[in-house]
C-alpha cells in the first residue's frame, strides 16, 4: 500500500515541525507574571502581590465580616471572595480574625483600615523587598514587617509590633500604641507619641524621637536612659533600647542620659539636661537654659543653642562658644567650634508640616497627625468644647460641637493626663452644627479614684470621620469637675 505523504507548511516544513517549533516557543517564551490574588482560607483573608510589579494596596471593611481589597494593579479574586472590577475585590467570610498582606517584590504601599472607626481589627503586612510604605488604621491591631529596603512603617492605636527589615526605616505609631518598634539593621528613624512603646534600634545608627509628641499631644518633658528600661516617655513607660545611638527630645524640659556608646542628645526647646554617659558624646542643648554634662574622660561634643546655658566638661571636650558657663578641671581646654546637628529626621519634620493652629474657640485643642485634617476647625472636624469634663454617675461627660459643613461619626478617648491610664471611650454621632455630649461609661473603681481626685486632669482623644471618609484627629487636657 503506498503511504500518504505528509502535508508540507508554506515553507516546504512538515506539519508535525511546525508543531514542535511552535512547543519549543512557546516553552522558551518568558511567563506572564502572575497577578495579585486574593482568597479566603479559614477565618482569615490573604492578599498575595503578583511578581515583578509595586502595588499600592487600600483595605477597608464594608460590613461585619466583609473587606474590600483594591490595588493599582489587577487583582484576581480567589475562593470566598467576589470580583468587583479588575482591580477590586470584596472577601466575605464568617468569624474573619486576620486580614494578612504578602506585598512581595517592587516598591508597594499598603494602607489598611486608615478610614475605620471601630473595634480592633488584625492586620498582618510583608513588605518583602524594595521601598515599601505601611500604614494601619486608628484601631488596627498589627503585625507589620517592611522587609528589606528602606520603609516606612506607621501603626494606629491598636497593639502588635512594627518591624521595619534591612534598611533605613522610619517608624511610627499611634498615641495609645503598646508594642514592639524594631528597627532592624539600617540607620532607622523612631517618631515616638505613645506610652506603651518598645523600641529596639538593631546594628546602624538609629534614633528616637519625641519632638512629634511636644507638635502633637503636649509640650510636657519627656525622660530618656539609655538602660534598657521601661522608663521613659512622657509617661516613662517606653522602653528605648539601649541599642539606639540618638535620641531626640521636644519643646519640654527634657532629661536625656546616654550610655557607654558614641551617642548624641538633641534637647530642642526647653529647659533639657543632657549627660551622654560614657562614651564621645554629641550633646545639642538647643533653644532654652540646658544644663549639660560631658564629664566622662571621652572626647565629647557640646553645642548649648539660645538661651542662659551651664556646661561640665573634660578638658578634651570641644565646647561651642554658645555655651555661657563652662566648668572645667585644670589645664588647657581643647578648642574649636563642634558641628551642631540641629534638624529633626524626615519622618520627624513630615509629622510636624501636618500640624495646624486650632482655631481661637478651641484653645487648647492640639492636631495630631492622621488623615484629613485639624480637629478644632470649623471647616475640618469636630472641636472640643469647654475645659473641663463633668463626672455625673457612672459617666464622665464631654462637650463636643461639629462643623456646620459636616456630620461626622467617632470615638472619644478619655485617660488620665499624668499616668496616661486609659478611663474610657465611647463612640458618637454628630449633626452637622449641632454641640453634643458625648458620655464615657466608667468601672466603679475608676468613678471612686475620680470622685476622691477633684484635682485631676483628663486627656480627651478625639478620632472623626466625615461623609467622604477623611478621618482627622485632637487632643485636649481638660480639668474635672
Known sequence: MKLARPRRGARGLCLPHLLVLALIVLLAAPAAAAASRASVTGTTIQYTAGADESNDVHAEPVAAGSFRLTDSAALAAGSGCTQDSPSQVTCTAAGVDKVAFDL?????????????????AKVEASGGA???????????????????????????????????GAGNDQLEAGVEFEGLLDGGSGDDTFALVGNRQTVTGGPGQDKASYFSWSQCCSPSAVRVALDGAANDGPFGRDDIGDDVEVVEGGSGGDALTGNGAA?????????????????????QG???????????????????????????????DLVGSDCESVSRPPGTPATGEPT????????????ARTQTSPPRANVGTTAEPGQGGVLGSSSAGVGISGRAATLRGRYLRVRLACPSGARLT????????????KLGSTRFRCAAGRTIVARVRLTARTRRLLSGSRSARVRVRVVARDGSGDVTRATRIVRLR
Open 104 to 120: 512581595s517584590d517592587g516598591d508597594d504601599a499598603l494602607s489598611a483600615f486608615d478610614n475605620y472607626i471601630g473595634e480592633e
Open 130 to 164: 524594595g521601598d515599601d510604605r505601611l500604614v494601619a488604621g486608628v484601631y488596627t491591631n498589627t503585625a507589620f514587617d517592611g522587609g528589606t529596603g528602606n520603609d516606612k512603617v506607621i501603626v494606629g492605636d491598636g497593639g502588635g509590633s512594627a518591624a521595619g
Open 263 to 283: 551617642n548624641t542628645l538633641l534637647g530642642h526647646g526647653g529647659a533639657d539636661d543632657l549627660n551622654g554617659g560614657g562614651g564621645a558624646d554629641n550633646h
Open 286 to 316: 538647643g533653644a532654652g537654659n540646658d544644663r549639660i554634662d560631658s564629664r566622662d574622660s571621652a572626647s565629647d561634643s557640646v553645642s548649648c543653642g539660645p538661651g542662659q546655658d551651664s556646661v561640665a566638661a573634660d578638658l578634651a
Open 340 to 351: 551642631p546637628i540641629d534638624s529633626p529626621s524626615p519622618l520627624v519634620v513630615e509629622l
Open 410 to 421: 467617632g470615638v472619644v478617648t478619655l485617660s488620665n493626663s499624668r499616668s496616661g491610664r
